[in-house]
């Protein structure tokens, strides 16, 4: 119900936007992006109402990503801007009706496959 796409390998200081399609009744739910690095646990990168009118966003990408979404297109997207080689891994989108904070505790009812981001010279 969750299909993230546009990740792929960049060079450091390049941007990316990804794209998160969802279909049903998921998409009046907060989203939130996360990410998943080899060895590592899956963290929140940042989340937006269902509305598009707040967002919530992980201190580590502050300033460089957005999170925005066009509910008649029923996506989400993750600008991403200023990536580092830091910023490798693993994107997710994910969907919950609980709001920002629940999903900033890497819960959510609805989980995308994911797609790779590497940033790399």
């Known amino acids: 119900q969750l299909v993230e796409s546009g990740g792929g390998l960049v060079q450091p200081g390049d941007s990316l936007r990804l794209s998160c399609v969802a279909s049903?009744?998921?998409?009046?739910?907060?989203m939130g992006w996360f990410r998943q690095a080899p060895g590592k646990e899956r963290e929140f990168v940042g989340s937006?109402?269902?509305?598009?009118?707040?967002?919530l966003d992980a201190d580590s990408v502050k300033g460089r990503f957005t999170i925005s979404r066009d509910n008649a297109k029923n996506t989400v997207y993750l600008q991403m801007n200023s990536l580092k080689p830091e910023d490798t891994a693993v994107y997710y989108c994910?969907?919950?009706?609980?709001?920002?904070?629940?999903?900033?505790?890497?819960?959510?009812?609805?989980w995308g496959q994911g797609t790779q981001v590497t940033v790399s010279s």
């Open positions: 937006i109402s269902s509305s598009g009118s707040s967002t």
């Open positions: 049903g009744r998921t998409f009046g739910y907060t």
């Open positions: 994910a969907g919950d009706s609980r709001g920002h904070y629940y999903l900033k505790t890497i819960r959510a009812d609805f």
